[in-house]
């Protein structure tokens, strides 16, 4: 097999493209390229820089991918820009090369959904199995962990980290980083709670969902600090726990997203009963 070109498409000669890709009326694609197999460029997409989309990806017409960052610091350097296998990239998405400040890197990872008019900033680390709806945009350097989902035109500040199995209500600005497994929304995002539904959908068994509603209660107790908490549960036989204690631990410049004032333990109690 080939790849299939359209006649108005325009390839440089540095380009790769392996078996079975498609490119569509009026795409561009330069630089460094690599289009790996079975993935289609619908029409008027542009692809540059040192750029590399996976296997059985989609990429939906005025995308654009490895451009140069909207960063004042950045010197031109070869940074890079990789999109994972079997993700969707619909209409006006941008996704924007690394710098030398953030790892030269900026990565989607596989099996990604990213709705009409996403922006994913330089050095972004998208983890697998994100979803991100309309007009999400994620700043410089910030951290998405697996199965997170992004509600519609939500903005995440750099260098936040958002972990893994969390939910961003829509239209939430978030400032702090996102525990795992959690979800916040507001105009100045707060801890709301559990992604009970999410958590639910892949599976988190009944024990690892009780477990991780105590701990983000009593990470947040009024009579207490997250350090002694997390110190406490350091001891947890739950893995779930052992990967909120993890993110807890990790290094971060960004103070951790919490709930209103009395909000989370009452809400949680109830749920409880």
């Known amino acids: 097999m080939t790849a299939h070109v359209h006649p108005t498409a325009i390839i440089a000669p540095t380009v790769t493209l392996q078996d079975n890709v498609s490119i569509g009326a009026y795409c561009v694609v330069d630089g460094n390229t690599t289009i790996k197999a079975g993935t289609r460029l619908l029409s008027h997409v542009v692809v540059s820089g040192n750029t590399t989309?996976?296997?059985?990806?989609?990429?939906?017409?005025?995308?654009?991918?490895?451009?140069?960052?909207?960063?004042?610091?950045?010197?031109?350097e070869a940074s890079r820009v990789e999109i994972g296998a079997n993700t969707v990239?619909?209409?006006?998405?941008?996704?924007?090369?690394g710098t030398q400040g953030g790892g030269l890197l900026t990565r989607v990872g596989a099996g990604c959904l990213l709705m009409v008019g996403v922006h994913i900033a330089?050095?972004?680390?998208?983890?697998?199995?994100?979803i991100l709806a309309n007009n999400a945009t994620l700043a410089g350097h910030v951290t998405v962990g697996d199965n997170v989902v992004i509600g519609g035109l939500a903005a995440v500040h750099q260098f936040v980290r958002i972990g893994k199995h969390a939910m961003i209500g829509g239209l939430s600005g978030v400032e702090h980083d996102v525990l795992p497994f959690a979800t916040v929304m507001g105009e100045r995002a707060h801890l709301a709670g559990l992604n009970i539904v999410g958590l639910k959908r892949r599976g988190f068994s009944r024990e690892d969902i009780h477990a991780l509603r105590r701990?983000?209660?009593?990470?947040?107790?009024?009579?207490?600090?997250?350090?002694?908490e997390t110190e406490k549960l350091a001891a947890s036989p739950s893995g779930a726990v052992q990967d909120l204690v993890g993110f807890i631990r990790s290094a971060s410049s960004r103070q951790l997203c919490r709930p209103v004032a009395g909000g989370?333990?009452?809400g949680a109690d109830a749920e409880a009963a």
């Open 264 to 266: 989370l333990a009452a």
């Open 89 to 97: 990239i619909r209409e006006h998405v941008t996704v924007h090369a």
């Open 215 to 228: 701990a983000v209660r009593d990470l947040f107790r009024e009579d207490s600090t997250v350090a002694i």
């Open 122 to 130: 330089h050095d972004c680390q998208v983890g697998d199995g994100v």
């Open 53 to 76: 989309i996976g296997e059985n990806c989609t990429v939906y017409p005025f995308a654009t991918i490895g451009l140069p960052p909207q960063d004042l610091k950045y010197g031109g």
